[in-house]
């Protein structure tokens, strides 16, 4: 099967039920995306496939061949995304471990939404933070959307 | 991988004196005085020294980089730079210079206020049998190499030690300058890494080295007073975060090895249940599959079915596919009214031990009095971490390694070594960043798992890694609990008696058993938050009864506080009602010789704006809290749905952490315990029927979200006293003060967790 992943063309070998997230870890060493549940309940394993945030765990890897797949990894370009560098100014992350599938999740909704309100991080932002860095998160995406962060 | 040698002088480091000087410099007898340690150049005829291990927690190579030793674990709390932080201020090197490395399993870094934590005193308790008791817990903690994270002792434990550290080093530094130079130490100081003269020549660290390690460090040293510091309570931008915004991070679950196998695990879904027989005939042919095998139960797992394969969706496909005939054990009758029923019996049947008592521990109501009983329920919870359980583990002829996502390294390597048989010098311990820790990562007994099975896997890595499923099922739960509380209020609605009594399973007995240890005796975690509280009144009792049925219980956020604080004060604040006044001014009235409790009290009340109106269908609700050496209060500002749940809109923090290093940190953690203290009280409850967690997941065991997420302000009292503790400290006074915001919106006191208005 051949993918794209970051803007590159991938060869997998995966059986095609695999899910995304299993292939991009274990088969790729792609560590960025997490594994939290596999049930499409937490969010960690969020990435973008041609620009909509997915939950890769439950994301059978034939269902998205010849789609534009983005993780973590690829988020920043030469310069760290806007996201991340608010991230960084507001210091949101503390273990971390949800942190890549917020960053996606916010990634998307700022591409649709260059300006997106409390209630649009309400309703798109459903990742799961077990440490709490919810407020946090919510001021990154006003800052990021401050800094022009849709439009990269 | 640590590059430390042995600290050369044990019987040194026993003793940490300290003495105030008149100048109000701190003199610390310095905890770390093991002679200087060189590496040399290697081939270098005049002995070139590439690197000085200057004492057991720092190193500084030729380059001018420091490394730091961090015997704890960064689960989100920020240790990783608060620690290395409390060094650098010290020795005045660069901050950008400053990296961190693990320490080695050395009593050294054995955690002494973890240790002491076992110790039943309250917070102003002193005197003889304090000291006693805490030399006896460092000599412990110090034997049995009790390197761990938690008790939110992490900065309280460094404060001084690794301070010292950085000051001896700093010395040596002078020293050797002083020596270079031919002047007096007294004249020099240090800067940006540098020894400086008075006539302004420089001397850097990286070329003072091949002086310093033949110096005798000094045997005492003055520590900068807080007006001195640089680094220290500045907001440093913490060092863990640019790797974890762009997915860099390394977690336990992201171990890469050559050659390496990940598995996963079926348990026994009964807590503690047996493996009957299964057929692993299919599941061994299945694609990638390397082994199945039977998992014993380890350290307080429960038995199970293993499969190793080259990648986790392929163990987890075939562990899913066997046929497993499960065997009933101790726990097959209980669920939780067995539970529930088992702890009120118990509370009704024993005395316990008292914890605490003042004036008359037993006292006949006077003439008068209102007599007030009620009865408080908390349930069990899970952890859950958002990294699942996981370790990976290599067994060699040579012995074994191991990385893991750990909050115990002390027992962790012990374990290691006994299940894979080799002795304790044979054992690599790596602490990998912990994808969120909540005391959950104090037991072992993954890392019992990983090994047992790398070890039949001989030469080839193993990564195991749990299903989100088994690790919600086979948690080492909060303990559930059921108390009574009884007060007196006399007739002019002055509180006269407050008697506690609360019965759940001691933690301490269970993991000191799960690491083979016999445990007795009382465990104050079960009555902390209770027992221990700074209220004022005249006769009182604390009592705590060690009803254990069986279900695993472990050290959960903040422990015994995080529901002996709700029964507490929601207690209080139903006493306040009963007595006709307002329960701010009642719990203010009763903390006149707490200074330090009011202030806290008092700055949530003025920044929440207590007292004033609120909008319409909303209420304010207060609870005060000690844990962990830090003091927090609390207002949340609550209203009720029309479907009757709870809406929490705004919660205001004051906390006094004395002295604080980080302030942003410190923030942060208040607001993560917020947030997870809402969880608790809102959603939490683990449900067992015949032995069986009922929750799985995150669709059925409910967390926060970023809608639920009230608007939430932390207020810090600046101190400068000894640091306290903050991972924890903000979780306790979370449900009684949404509690009490809806009895003023209800009038229906709550009394069990989670809150469920009727
Ligand atoms: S791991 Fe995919 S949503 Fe939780
Ligand atoms: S930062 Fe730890 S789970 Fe979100």
């Known amino acids: 099967m051949k993918l794209t992943i970051n803007g590159k063309p991938v060869a997998v070998r995966a059986e095609p039920n695999t899910p995304l997230l299993w292939v991009l870890r274990d088969e790729l060493g792609l560590l960025g995306t997490k594994f939290g549940c596999g049930i499409a309940a937490c969010g960690a394993c969020t990435v973008l496939v041609d620009g909509e945030a997915i939950r890769s765990c439950v994301m059978p890897v034939s269902a998205i061949e010849g789609k534009a797949i983005t993780t973590i990894e690829g988020l920043a370009n030469e310069t760290l995304h806007p996201l991340q560098r608010a991230w960084l100014q507001v210091q949101a992350p503390q273990c971390g471990y ?23 991080i309400d309703d798109n932002i459903t990742n799961i933070c077990r440490c709490g860095t919810y407020p946090r998160v919510r001021a990154a995406i006003h800052l990021a959307a401050k800094n022009g962060g849709g439009k990269v | ?85 409390l060094v650098a201020e010290e020795l005045g090197c660069r901050w950008e210079d400053v990296t961190i490395e693990d320490a080695p399993i050395d009593g050294e870094f054995a955690n002494l206020v973890a240790a002491s934590l076992m110790l039943p005193f309250r917070p102003d308790d002193k005197g003889v049998l304090v000291s006693m008791g805490r030399w006896s817990t460092d000599n412990f903690a110090r034997m049995m190499k009790l390197i761990m994270t938690g008790g939110s002792t992490s900065v309280r434990g460094a404060w001084l030690p690794m301070r010292s550290a950085g000051a001896t080093a700093r010395e040596l530094m002078k020293q050797a300058a002083a020596n270079r130079w031919g002047l007096a ?118 038995a199970g079915v293993a499969v190793i394969a080259d990648s986790y969706w392929q163990a987890k496909t075939a562990v899913e596919s066997i046929d497993i005939k499960w065997q009933s054990g101790p726990l097959a009758n209980i669920d939780n009214a067995a539970m529930y029923a088992y702890l009120q019996k118990e509370l009704n ?186 209220y004022q009144v005249p006769n009182m009792r604390f009592a705590g009864v060690n009803a254990d049925i069986g279900v695993p219980v472990g050290y959960w956020r903040s422990v015994g506080h995080s529901f002996q604080a709700f029964f507490l004060e929601a207690w209080m604040d139903e006493l306040a009602h009963a007595a006709g006044r307002d329960s701010a001014e009642f719990r203010l009235a009763l903390l006149q010789d707490q200074p330090r409790y009011r202030a806290v009290l008092q700055l949530a009340l003025d920044k929440a704006g207590y007292g004033q109106p609120l909008p319409a269908g909303r209420a304010h609700g207060i609870a005060l809290a000690e844990s962990f050496g830090s003091i927090v209060a609390q207002v949340a500002e609550v209203s009720l749905n029309a479907d009757k749940s709870i809406r929490v809109h705004r919660v205001v923090s004051a906390i006094d952490c004395g002295f604080v290093l980080q302030p942003d940190t410190v923030v942060q953690q208040v607001e993560g315990s917020v947030i997870f203290g809402l969880s608790a009280a809102l959603y939490g409850d683990i449900e067992i029927k015949k032995g069986q967690v009922q929750q799985s997941s995150f669709n059925d065991y409910q967390l926060l979200k970023m809608a639920d997420t009230p608007k939430i302000e932390v207020h810090l009292v600046p101190s400068a006293e000894a640091p306290g503790g903050v991972g924890e400290p903000g979780v306790p006074p979370v449900a009684p003060a949404v509690a009490n915001a809806l009895f003023r919106l209800t009038g229906q006191r709550l009394h069990s967790l989670p809150l469920r208005v009727a």
Request: glycine share 8%; hydrophobic share 40%.
């Open chain 1, 98 to 120: 949800c942190q890549s599938g917020m960053l996606m999740a916010s990634a998307a909704l700022l591409q649709k939404n260059a300006n997106p309100s409390d209630q649009d």
């Open chain 2, 1 to 85: 991988m640590s590059k430390h040698s042995a600290p050369a002088n044990p019987s040194r480091r026993q003793f940490m004196l300290t003495a105030t000087l008149a100048s109000g410099a701190l003199l610390v007898g310095c905890a770390t005085s093991s002679k200087p340690v060189a590496t040399y150049v290697p081939g270098s005829d005049d002995k070139l020294v590439s690197e000085a291990q200057l004492n057991a927690y720092i190193r500084i190579d030729r380059n001018g980089k420091v490394y730091v030793a961090i015997a704890r674990s960064e689960m989100g709390q920020g240790v990783h730079t608060s620690l290395p932080l």
């Open chain 2, 185 to 302: 130490v007294a004249g020099l100081s240090v800067a940006d890494g540098k020894v400086v003269a008075p006539d302004g020549r420089t001397l850097a660290f990286a070329e003072l080295l091949d002086d310093a390690v033949k110096l005798t460090p000094p045997s005492e040293v003055a520590l900068k007073q807080p007006g001195q510091f640089k680094l220290l309570g500045k907001s440093m931008p913490r060092k863990d975060l640019p790797a974890k915004v762009q997915g860099k991070a390394v977690y336990g679950i992201d171990v890469q090895l050559p050659n390496m196998l990940v598995a996963t695990l079926r348990m026994n879904p009964e807590l503690g249940g047996k493996l009957g027989s299964f057929d692993a005939s299919a599941a061994s042919k299945a694609p990638g599959v390397h082994k199945v095998l039977e998992l014993p139960a380890l350290n307080g797992a429960t």
């Open chain 2, 349 to 534: 049947e024993s005395s316990g031990f008292t914890y605490h008592s003042a004036g008359d521990s037993k006292r006949d109501p006077a003439q008068g009095d209102k007599v007030l009983r009620a009865t408080f329920r908390a349930p069990l919870l899970a952890h859950a971490t958002m990294e699942p359980m996981n370790t990976t583990a290599l067994v060699t002829d040579d012995g074994v390694e191991v990385w893991s996502p750990t909050q115990m390294q002390g027992f962790a390597a012990k374990v290691a070594a006994s299940v894979a048989g080799v002795s304790s010098s044979q054992v690599k311990l790596h602490t990998t960043l912990l994808g969120g820790g909540f005391g959950r990562r104090l037991d072992v007994d993954f890392i019992a798992q990983a090994v047992f099975l790398a070890k039949q896997m001989p030469g080839r890595p193993v990564k195991l890694i749990w299903s989100r499923e088994e690790d919600t099922r086979h948690d080492f739960y909060r303990p559930a609990a059921v108390a009574e509380y009884t007060a007196h209020l006399d007739s002019r609605g002055q509180l006269q008696y407050l008697a506690l009594k609360s019965a759940s399973p001691s933690i301490g007995h269970q993991q000191l058993n799960r690491l083979g240890f016999p445990a007795m005796g009382p465990d104050k975690t079960m009555v902390e938050g209770g027992y221990d509280l700074p």
